[in-house]
């Protein structure tokens, strides 16, 4: 593509198209790098520069670019039926199958599947979910949520308010009177330090803590967590804790919403996170990796006793008012199908053996001058860097490290999430080889040798 349609693609971006959370001056200033195509790691600009990704898009290109399978089977559902609505007892094909595998995959317990267009509203549904389940079952009291310090669960009005990162509420007046934090159980930074047992009965004193400051179980409906938060910096806590927090909703009595928007299909290892711990929640959310980013599609899975209560609150012939025209879009149903195929035929396995390779990577960049930090597991990490070491000081704000990497990286051709407060971000789609893992930390070196 020649330079004047490119600069006029960049002059209508600026002038139109809105982009999620970029400031908007910042936006009109900076504009932004258009991406054109995509095959396996590698993503081409229209300047057709190939740049590396290690972040597989938004942490959801978990299958890689240009798989020509998903391509054909969004193709023949497009020609055969392209759009059914699951309203007015309509159903197809795709996504009914869709849903008997997750539930067959998912843990124990999770029978039902609500299918969205993504994790916002996957969070969304849960939420309205529990609060119709609570008022069903006779408890319209059991309303107050509580969620993590870093945590990211969307920006849907309600979601929002359990995201747990300032920028996502700043100016948005959410409505804050039921949502509310306990500190997240990170080994780096935590009062109670890196020791695995004493973090996670931190976490578990917090939560009861919590919920006797709320005035007990009576009044709390849930608890909604990240088994890894990603957004808030991929804060990995020690192994273990999922379960005692499972335990400790339990003893509680009060529900437990396992957000595995990113950590799902093969990111940290197995389908699903809690698999690893063998932890069945009440409710579960994901969405990003079940298409692999090829169509938008999210989905929240209720456990039996949650959906019973709902069914036997309504009359047969109520609705149950909450509905998207676009749930369970056969062309999305189709695209997860196969995308659950490569999972299981090769993807989750590659990833479990390039996942050695990037421990390995991460080990050794620990030595560097400039981290502080570094935590990962299966194929999701970040590297947290520090202006001293002894101290864990992060640069300050306005030294714009997160835009210096950025731009940094950007210059050696490899694309990172880069944290704000200095730190780099990785969540490889599982199809990379440990030859691209190493290419990928040559560049990461680069790029911090750049900024020292
Ligand atoms: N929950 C978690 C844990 C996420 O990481 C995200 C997005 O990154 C969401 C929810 C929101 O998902 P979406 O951006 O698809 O609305």
Redo the contacts with the bound molecule.
């Keep these: 593509m020649n330079a004047i349609p490119n600069r006029s693609l960049i002059e209508i971006d600026r002038d139109h198209l809105i982009h999620p959370v970029m400031s908007f001056r910042g936006h009109e200033k900076a504009g932004v790098r258009i991406l054109e195509s995509g095959k396996g790691m590698w993503l081409t600009d229209v300047d057709g520069r190939q740049l590396l990704d290690a972040f597989a898009g938004?942490?959801c290109v978990n299958v890689g670019y240009g798989q020509d399978s998903i391509v054909e089977v969004a193709t023949e559902q497009m020609r055969k039926l392209p759009y059914a609505t699951g309203f007015f007892g309509f159903g197809c094909e795709a996504a009914i199958q869709l849903a008997g595998e997750l539930t067959a995959l998912a843990p124990a317990g999770l029978d039902h599947v609500y299918f969205t267009l993504?994790?916002?509203?996957a969070?969304d549904s849960a939420i309205r979910y529990i609060v119709h389940y609570m008022n069903a079952t006779g408890r319209p009291e059991k309303k107050q949520f509580i969620a993590q310090v870093n945590g990211?669960?969307?920006?849907s009005s309600t979601?929002a308010g359990l995201t747990a990162l300032p920028h996502m509420q700043r100016g948005f007046d959410l409505p804050l009177r039921w949502q509310h934090h306990i500190p997240s159980p990170f080994p780096y930074r935590h009062p109670a330090g890196d020791d695995p047992q004493a973090l996670i009965a931190a976490s578990v004193a917090a939560l009861e803590a919590k919920v006797a400051e709320l005035g007990g179980s009576d009044k709390v409906a849930a608890f909604f967590c990240?088994p890894i938060q990603?957004?808030g910096g991929v804060i990995v806590p020690p192994v273990g804790w999922l379960k005692a927090m499972r335990e400790a909703c339990t003893r509680l009595d009060i529900l437990m919403v396992v957000?595995e928007?990113?950590t799902a299909f093969g990111r940290t290892g197995p389908m699903f996170a809690s698999n690893a711990e063998g932890v069945s929640p009440d409710l579960m959310?994901m969405?990003?990796g079940l298409t692999g980013g090829y169509m938008p599609m999210?989905a929240v899975m209720l456990a039996d006793h949650i959906y019973q209560g709902i069914a036997d609150g309504a009359a047969e012939s109520m609705p149950i008012g909450h509905g998207y025209t676009y749930s369970a879009h056969p062309v999305s149903a189709a695209v997860a199908l196969e995308c659950l195929r490569l999972y299981q035929n090769g993807l989750l396995a590659n990833g479990e053996k390039t996942g050695l390779r990037f421990a390995e990577h991460m080990e050794r960049v620990k030595d560097h001058p400039l981290v502080g930090d570094v935590r990962w597991r299966g194929m999701l990490g970040a590297i947290e860097l520090v202006n001293d070491k002894a101290a864990k000081t992060n640069f300050a704000y306005d030294l714009d490290i997160g835009g210096r990497l950025a731009q940094l990286s950007w210059n050696e051709g490899l694309i990172v999430r880069c944290f704000a407060n200095g730190g780099l971000g990785f969540a490889p789609a599982l199809c990379c080889t440990e030859g691209e893992m190493d290419d990928i930390f040559a560049r990461v070196h680069t790029t911090l040798d750049k900024l020292l």
């Design positions: 938004l942490w993504g994790g916002s509203d969070v990211y669960h969307g920006s979601g990240e990603g957004s957000d928007v990113i959310t969405a990003k999210g």
